[in-house]
């Protein structure tokens, strides 16, 4: 993991004082587990600090999850991406004036390739799950995932990493996340049917 690169994170978050949430989703349709504190998404989020943005979201151009400091805008290439006004959730709005506490991040990693399509040694990393504290003890945890649906009980289950899944945002609620799988299962569990 680059220590740099999470400090440089770090910097820009700690201790500044939330002044805005965004969700963003490509598709019309999301999943929503629990109104007030659980979705799944399909692009991302962008986090204002003052006048400043940092989101963590789906790069068009790199087909996975990523950071970046400025707005969803400048990763989505040519993809239509609808905002889904997260200040109108009571526990999101409730975030902004409060200062960012705290900050963990877990980190995936993926190499470019050469001429010969082979990896070069240089490793890019993005995070796969950003977990933020504020000063009132709220949490939102942010993660690139795959997972299933209960269909049964309406939950979400099984959740791992997966840097090209989809989006969880959970406030005040967080997950378990297992490692990440690569044998591209369903997002429904058919027994649970």
Request: hydrophobic share 35%; aromatic share 12%; proline share 2%.
């Amino acid at each position: 993991m680059s220590a740099e690169l999470e400090s440089t994170i770090q910097q820009f978050l700690l201790n500044k004082e939330l002044t805005n949430i965004e969700f963003y989703n490509i598709n019309d349709k999301y999943w929503v587990f629990d109104e007030e504190r659980v979705w799944v998404l399909d692009c991302g989020i962008e986090l204002s600090v003052g006048s400043d943005v940092f989101s963590f979201g789906w790069s068009a151009g790199k087909e996975l999850y990523e950071h970046h400091f400025g707005k969803l805008d400048e990763l989505k290439g040519e993809i239509e991406i609808k905002a889904l006004h997260a200040m109108e959730v009571d526990g999101i709005k409730e975030l902004c004036g409060k200062k960012i506490s705290d900050v963990k991040i877990r980190w995936n990693f993926y190499h470019d390739l050469d001429e010969n399509y082979e990896p070069t040694e240089h490793k890019n990393y993005m995070p796969m799950e950003m977990f933020l504290t504020f000063e009132n003890g709220s949490t939102l945890q942010l993660a690139a995932i795959r997972f299933r649906v209960d269909t049964q009980n309406k939950t979400i289950d099984n959740v791992t990493f997966d840097s090209t899944g989809d989006f969880l945002v959970a406030l005040n609620h967080p997950f378990e996340i297992g490692e990440e799988e690569g044998d591209g299962e369903s997002m429904i569990n058919e027994e649970l049917v």
